[in-house]
């Protein structure tokens, strides 16, 4: 059974770094593209970075980009989110969800990603 699991995320001010971790089981990331999406309270969830199952493709969103860096290990089997240059605007439970859609493109949009997991919760505050 395919699951993900998320981890890493908490309480950071402004300006500082968290990075959070999807472990993946029942399926080999090299085989499954990973996103990560997030979602603020009152708000749509928005995708925010993807790698390919190939590892050779990412994406950002435009908001995030230069600030946050997607990473895998693939002995572990986890995906990663590095976040930096927080800012308030970065509250949001924190997704990562696996897609089989294609191999070497990785997508932000919601529709391509079939197994989600439970999220992480991250909170940008002073």
């Known amino acids: 059974q395919l699951q993900l699991v998320e981890s890493g995320g908490g309480l950071v001010q402004p300006g500082g770094s968290l990075r959070l971790s999807c472990a993946a089981s029942?399926?080999?990331?090299?085989?499954?593209?990973i996103g990560w999406f997030r979602q603020a309270p009152g708000k749509e969830r928005e995708g925010v970075s993807c790698?390919?199952?190939?590892?050779?493709?990412?994406n950002y969103a435009d908001s995030v980009k230069g600030r946050f860096t997607i990473s895998r290990d693939i002995a572990k089997n986890t995906v990663y989110l590095q976040m930096d240059s927080l800012a308030p605007a970065d509250t949001a439970r924190y997704y990562c969800?696996?897609?089989?859609?294609?191999?070497?493109?990785?997508?932000?949009?919601?529709?391509?990603?079939?197994?989600w997991g439970q999220g992480t919760q991250v909170t940008v505050s002073s």
């Open positions: 790698i390919s199952a190939s590892g050779g493709s990412t």
């Open positions: 029942g399926f080999a990331l090299d085989s499954y593209g």
């Open positions: 969800a696996a897609t089989s859609a294609v191999f070497s493109l990785c997508f932000l949009a919601q529709i391509h990603y079939n197994d």
